[in-house]
T-cell receptor, first 112, second 112 residues
Framework: DAGVIQSPRHEVTEMGQEVTLRCKPI?????LFWYRQTMMRGLELLIY????????DSGMPEDRFSAKMPNASFSTLKIQPSEPRDSAVYFC??????????FGPGTRLTVT | TQLLEQSPQFLSIQEGENLTVYCNSS?????LQWYRQEPGEGPVLLVT?????EVKKLKRLTFQFGDARKDSSLHITAAQPGDTGLYLC????????????FGQGTTLQVKP
């Protein structure tokens, strides 16, 4: 299996621009998670899906963040408008419901 | 609220030394996982411990789950530069199916 695939690996954008991060989970996994990692706050869960349905979005910082999972093999995390404080590494992870999560390589986002 | 506290936060040692990283909570967890994250990559699952008192070995790494299932430790024997990375413990949320609670991590640097 190719593992969890994320794109892009690096994104540099200007404040106010829309940013879309993409994730392809491992085939057969029914849970998908979006995390954000910073030095100050560590690894934070933003939102997760089960069978394409959002279960818990309490970690989404504010309305500028949105996530979708239109099918079992694709999810997006969108930030609109982006701000410098959104700069972080964003990880997507998937699991088969056994709590053992498999992470993608991450997207390093820099907002200037 | 379930919390996992890791100690130490940072550890810098010489190649060949032994070390132990701790993961503690006041809450009982049904299982605990350990992940290792190398620079520029996502966390990778190392092991899952399920039974209180369980000990698992992965080459030079020994993982132990506390008898009361509130704590875990990771011991590395004869550390090597390849062991350098961020070590994260994680456990399933008791209130939210599929969600993992992560510790803040221990950054390990092994100098040659």
């Amino acid at each position: 299996d190719a593992g969890v695939i994320q794109s892009p690996r690096h994104e540099v954008t200007e404040m106010g621009q829309e940013v879309t991060l993409r994730c392809k989970p491992i085939s057969g996994h029914d849970y998908l998670f979006w995390y954000r990692q910073t030095m100050m706050r560590g690894l934070e869960l933003l939102i997760y899906f089960n069978n394409n349905v959002p279960i818990d979005d309490s970690g989404m910082p504010e309305d500028r963040f949105s996530a979708k999972m239109p099918n079992a093999s694709f999810s997006t995390l969108k930030i609109q408008p982006s701000e410098p404080r959104d700069s972080a590494v964003y990880f997507c992870a998937s699991s088969s419901g056994l709590f053992e999560q498999y992470f993608g390589p991450g997207t390093r986002l820099t907002v200037t | 609220t379930q919390l996992l506290e890791q100690s130490p936060q940072f550890l810098s040692i010489q190649e060949g030394e032994n070390l132990t990283v701790y993961c503690n909570s006041s809450s009982v967890f049904s299982s605990l996982q350990w992940y290792r994250q190398e620079p520029g990559e996502g966390p990778v699952l190392l092991v899952t411990v399920v039974t209180g008192g369980e000990v698992k070995k992965l080459k030079r790494l020994t993982f132990q789950f506390g008898d009361a299932r509130k704590d875990s430790s990771l011991h590395i024997t004869a550390a090597q530069p390849g062991d350098t990375g961020l070590y994260l413990c994680a456990g399933p949320s008791s209130s939210n199916t599929g969600k993992l609670i992560f510790g803040q991590g221990t950054t390990l640097q092994v100098k040659p």
